[in-house]
């Protein structure tokens, strides 16, 4: 059957979610074939490149939503650091050490649903200011944005916004109730009509049944994003999803290999929860279908050194 799959994805036939229900249910027996098959259309769609974004949260905490996942949240006691937003100075230097350590995007990510105008003004003077200085492209995740922002930010040069669809539509109640699924996806058409590029992708092992991982596959591949975040969920303390227990790492890499067979196309990039969540098996992720990873560490949690990551790339065989 993943013979078969994998020939009709090359011919240019579409997976099916019967078919991507069957590949998720693969036994172990199973997993190294997926995985190859994955691998082939990562090849064939993608190239050989590895995507790698370094990122900067310059504002951390104090966010009035409610996501479950979140150790933003300021209803949840996860004593995370919080500050306002950082100078443009911190955002520019950011952005320096981010092309340092090779990243090819600097993403910067703030918390909450949006920036105030205030904010807006400041996150635009860095953008200039790194434009001018340090020569990066960069990507924001900002939250929803007015249309004039929108407009803004693709004046000063952006083209890739991330915001995430977390989850399926019917998962995302359980994960959130302050905002819909629906207000996410509605942004990433407005995005998309404005014509920057959305990065939108979520998380997986936040307890969703493996046809809401199918149904956000699917969803994506519908609203065709060009990049696909794929976070893999590391239950922080302090959060209602504390006591989640932690994906297996081989059903993570299950699923993105299914995510490629899916997507095929975009960039698929292993975002939050890599090191803790694949553990010693993180390479077994590049090995199917997954083409880009954040480096340098998350929003909240730390990362593993960039030289180990470059390194990993580098042994793929993927060009860095
Ligand atoms: S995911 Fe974003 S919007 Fe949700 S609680 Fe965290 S910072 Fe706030």
């Given at each position: 059957m993943i013979k078969d799959i994998l020939d009709g994805v090359l011919s240019g036939r579409e997976l099916d979610f019967d078919d991507a229900g069957i590949l998720l249910s693969a036994k172990r027996d199973d997993l190294y074939p997926l995985m190859h098959a994955a691998d082939t259309i990562r090849r064939r769609?993608?190239?050989?490149?590895m995507d790698m974004c370094s990122l900067v949260n310059a504002k951390s905490g104090l966010c009035?939503?409610?996501?479950?996942?979140?150790?933003?949240?300021?209803?949840?006691?996860?004593?995370c650091e919080t500050y306002p937003l950082i100078s443009v100075e911190k955002m520019v230097k950011a952005a320096s050490e981010a092309k340092k350590i090779g990243a090819s995007n600097f993403c910067i990510v703030i918390s909450g649903e949006g920036p105030t105008k205030e904010e807006f003004k400041k996150i635009k003077q860095a953008i200039e200011k790194i434009n001018k200085e340090v020569g990066i492209k960069v990507d924001c995740s900002l939250g929803a944005l007015e249309k004039e922002m929108i407009h803004d930010l693709k004046s000063l040069g952006i083209d890739r916004y991330n915001h995430n669809l977390e989850t399926s539509e019917t998962y995302y109640k359980n994960i959130c109730t302050t905002h819909s699924h629906k207000n996410r996806s509605d942004m990433v058409g407005i995005l998309k009509d404005a014509g920057l590029r959305p990065c939108c992708g979520g998380i997986i092992g936040?307890?969703?049944a493996l046809e809401d991982r199918i149904s956000l596959a699917f969803l994506l591949k519908k609203i065709n994003v060009n990049c696909v975040p794929i976070n893999i969920f590391n239950p922080i303390k302090?959060?209602?999803?504390?006591?989640i227990e932690q994906i297996n790492p081989l059903d993570a890499i299950k699923t993105i290999a299914v995510f490629r067979l899916i997507l095929q196309k975009p960039t698929i990039k292993i975002a939050g929860g890599r090191e803790a969540a694949?553990?010693?098996?993180?390479?077994m992720a590049f090995c199917a279908g997954a083409n880009g990873m954040i480096i340098g560490g998350y929003l909240t949690t730390k990362g593993r050194s960039v030289k180990e990551d470059l390194q990993m790339a580098k042994d793929l065989g993927f060009e860095v």
């Open positions: 769609f993608c190239g050989n490149k009035t939503e409610d996501c479950k996942f979140c150790a933003q949240a300021s209803r949840h006691k996860t004593g936040m307890g969703e302090g959060t209602p999803l504390e006591k694949l553990r010693d098996l993180q390479a």
